[in-house]
């Protein structure tokens, strides 16, 4: 009981990635490789400020505005600089990871052993075991997905989808698509700052590797609750990579129970992504086979009646 609803929690904990990274993957079009520096970006600025006896929700806010600021580079470098959106994310990434360790004053881990987090409150200590990091998940996780969905009904909301779509007819009608993108990648890069903090303190510390395969995580969030729900409207997307990130989360423990290492995980999670992706082929695949095979029992069923009929 206490390992299901442990995955519940921590699912709940990583959708803030899963969503973060539907607005621009999904929505905005752009590959955004800047979510595996700002992840552990985040962390580090939430753990080494709670270190320093801030409060852990002006922390977690602290991060979200680290990841934020992040986005802004991204996003200055292939709006403005003219960058490839690739590189510009491999390139931010790329710095974060020395920014991470200064921040974290040259340490490549820190930390929140006795320290006051989010997940120590009077209240949630209350709660039965792992019942925290369900609360706060779905509080969380609400919270951004209830704000998205109002703000992807405003003009400014459909201006963003409408970019995403079809930059050159967003243009034509006027719409200023380098702010648009400057816009989505400020907020989803925040989002993941804001996770990365989430997750740093419901595991008691922050580690600047912990932003390694981040992405395929996000991701596979995604590809599942679009292979599981099927078609849906745009706020249903929304909440099915909740769903899909709690699934994800039930098959690294089923993964798990089966013996497997905790250091395969990256290398699992890339097999149950590529996996995910593949599976409308599969199901193609599966329905030609299905259709050829009922062809030929027909065929075979119309060969032995006639012989049965023929005098």
Not at 253 to 268: E, P
Request: glycine share 10%; net charge positive; aromatic share 8%.
């Amino acid at each position: 009981m206490s390992m299901i609803v442990s995955s519940v929690g921590q699912g709940l904990l990583w959708a803030s990635l899963g969503v973060a990274l539907f607005l621009t993957f999904r929505i905005l079009d752009f590959a955004d490789m800047t979510v595996e520096g700002t992840f552990p970006l985040g962390a580090a600025v939430a753990v080494t400020a709670i270190s320093n006896g801030m409060n852990p929700y002006l922390a977690s806010g602290l991060a979200f505005v680290a990841g934020a600021i992040a986005g802004l580079v991204t996003a200055l470098l292939y709006t403005k600089g003219k960058v490839p959106f690739l590189l510009a994310g491999i390139l931010v990434m790329t710095a974060c990871s020395s920014i991470n360790l200064r921040v974290m004053g040259g340490s490549s881990n820190i930390s929140l052993l006795g320290k006051t987090t989010i997940f120590s409150s009077h209240f949630l200590e209350s709660l039965p075991k792992y019942f925290d990091s369900v609360f706060v998940g779905f509080v969380v996780i609400a919270i951004i997905t209830g704000l998205l969905i109002i703000f992807l009904q405003t003009n400014l909301g459909q201006a963003f989808i409408v970019t995403g779509d079809n930059r050159v007819m967003a243009r034509s009608i006027g719409i200023n698509t380098d702010n648009m993108t400057i816009m989505g990648l400020m907020v989803s890069n925040g989002i993941i700052g804001l996770g990365g903090a989430l997750i740093a303190q419901n595991n008691g510390y922050a580690d600047v590797s912990m932003g390694i395969g981040i992405i395929v995580i996000a991701l596979a969030s995604i590809i599942i609750g679009e292979v599981v729900f099927g078609e849906l409207t745009l706020n249903q997307r929304l909440v099915a990579v909740t769903l899909g990130s709690i699934i994800y989360q039930f098959v690294r423990l089923l993964v798990l129970q089966l013996g497997f290492n905790t250091n395969d995980m990256n290398l699992l999670s890339a097999l149950i992504l590529a996996l995910c992706l593949m599976l409308p082929q599969l199901n193609k695949g599966a329905s030609r086979l299905t259709s050829r095979f009922g062809n030929l029992m027909q065929q075979l069923t119309h060969t032995l009646k006639k012989g049965v009929e023929k005098p």
